[in-house]
Nanobody
Framework: QVQLQESGGGSVQAGGSLKLICQVS????????MAWIRQTPGKEREGVAA???????NYKKSVEGRFTVSKDKTKNVLYLEMNFLKPEDTAMYYC???????????????????WGQGTQVTVST
């Protein structure tokens, strides 16, 4: 069964940058629909960025132009590069995946069936 492990979270000031990494094991990142989903306490999970098996990308409006999702197929990892971070980006960020291509590139969290443990991102003013 595929496994996902996130890293790269941390605390930064507003305007700063972070790069999240999701290591995929027991499957190949290029064959899966992948996404970054975030959640803050008491709120619904929200899709931030998604990428399909053909590298088509989809972003939440509030992060377009600031976040970039990409894959490194040689390393079997998914990235989320986050620039110009805002306090409202503070959340636990999860790497999520599904093999059903009908759901590829969706930002709807409930379509993803495999999740990592999450990595915390905190942006201060």
């Amino acid at each position: 069964q595929v496994q996902l492990q996130e890293s790269g979270g941390g605390s930064v000031q507003a305007g700063g940058s972070l790069k999240l990494i999701c290591q995929v094991s027991k499957d190949t990142v290029s064959d899966r629909c992948m996404a970054w989903i975030r959640q803050t306490p008491g709120k619904e999970r929200e899709g931030v960025a998604a990428i399909d098996h053909d590298d088509f990308t989809n972003y939440k409006k509030s992060v377009e132009g600031r976040f970039t999702v990409s894959k490194d197929k040689t390393k079997n990892v998914l990235y989320l590069e986050m620039n110009f971070l805002k306090p409202e980006d503070t959340a636990m960020y999860y790497c999520a995946s599904v093999r059903n291509y009908a759901y590829c590139a969706t930002l709807l969290a409930h379509f993803y069936d495999t999740w990592g443990q999450g990595t915390q991102v905190t942006v201060s003013t």
